[in-house]
């Protein structure tokens, strides 16, 4: 006999998140990769950038996945969420994301089933759509199967949250199939995108969306899509209120000069990524060497709108107003340039500025 669906819903339900009137901060690493350097550096500044983040006082430590780039080393964030747990206390750790198209729900449910049952209470399992890769490797990562739909990511969606609060529907084929461990708590599940249609999924489904300011595509429509986000949200057993997360690009430095200097190697990997060279952050040498042609130039330029660049101060001004323009106390930070050292001060400046240590 199949267990009574409503009371197994009723013991997976977690508490509604709700905002504080003060800033939550959190890091999304993407595991860059210096020009030269090794991948295993990568992964391991990954986990020590998050040690470092943890002692900060940053909210969340949240991991990509993409594929077959070589200046991007995080292909699993499954792997590596579970590393930063086993060396972190208390700081939350999650995906952004699990590009679930690739995957069977069930999979990563069970995935994150597990790290909850480990780290109870600490875990985020961000999914989204996208490939994480070109088109090719997309194809790859389901070969010899066809890749998946992506028309089915909404269904996806559902049967994740299904397999990871046992409350797949009576009627859907797979009513009786249990996702392991069994556990009494769950990941708490945010969708990632920065386009409308996720922001609509989210809505619909009663989760936290977060918005992907950082990529730099369209973001003169990102605080309209969190409008939309939260005008036509439905609280659900997951959520109670709308969440909006938005992820910045950050470069914080002692002197507005050092951090013009440290995005130089960051503009430069921007320039190369777009041209199909993705084989590492070129050093500041390297960066100032480069001879860029206009067009090069001009691509530059229209990014640093997007960027927040700069000392402490005006970085700080730059986060807050662009909090106010999505509405949200939530931000994310994105921060990419040649040293390690150079990316973990960024953070901990950042941190001091909003006084967070």
């Known amino acids: 006999m199949k267990p009574a669906r409503a009371e197994r819903r009723e013991c997976h339900r977690r508490p509604h998140i709700t905002t504080d009137p003060k800033y939550t901060l959190s890091v999304v690493d993407q595991s860059p990769v210096r020009s030269g350097g090794a991948a295993g550096d990568a992964l391991r500044e990954t986990i020590a950038l998050a040690q470092a983040a943890e002692s900060f006082g940053f909210a969340r430590y949240w991991v ?99 397999y990871l609060n046992d409350s797949l529907e009576e009627e859907h084929p797979f009513a009786v199939v249990r996702a392991g461990p069994g556990i009494s708590t769950a990941p708490q599940v945010w969708l990632l995108g920065s386009r409308v249609d996720s922001a609509a999924m989210a809505a619909d489904m009663g989760l936290p969306f977060s918005y992907a300011h950082f990529f730099g595509l369209s973001v003169e429509h990102g605080p309209m899509i969190a409008d939309m986000y939260r005008a036509n949200f439905k609280p659900s057993e997951y959520l109670k209120e709308p969440l909006v997360n938005v992820t910045l690009q950050v470069l914080c430095a002692e002197t ?29 040498e390297e960066a100032r060497e480069y001879e860029y042609d206009p067009q090069e130039l001009a691509y530059i330029e229209s990014l640093k709108a997007n960027y927040v660049d700069g000392e402490p101060p005006e970085v700080r001004e730059r986060i807050e107003a662009l909090a106010a323009e999505y509405k949200t106390t939530d931000v994310g930070i994105v921060t990419m340039c040649y040293d390690f050292a150079d990316r973990v001060k960024s953070y901990e400046l950042v941190a001091k500025e909003f006084g967070m240590i």
């Open 256 to 284: 507005k000069e050092k951090a013009e200097e440290l995005a130089l190697s960051r503009n430069l990997a921007r320039v190369k990524s777009v041209q199909g060279y993705r084989t590492g952050v070129p050093s500041i």
């Open 64 to 162: 990509t996945e993409h594929h077959n780039l070589g200046n991007l080393a995080g292909t699993s964030p499954e792997i590596m969420v579970g590393q930063i747990l086993a060396n972190t206390s208390s700081i939350r750790v999650g995906s952004a994301g699990v590009m679930l198209p690739h995957y069977s729900s069930l999979k990563v449910a069970e995935n994150f089933r597990v790290l909850e049952a480990l780290y109870p209470g600490r875990i985020d399992l961000g999914v989204g759509r996208a490939p994480g890769s070109d088109q090719r490797t997309n194809a790859a990562l389901s070969y010899p199967r066809p890749p998946n739909d992506v028309r089915h990511y909404p269904r996806q969606v559902v049967d994740l949250l299904g």
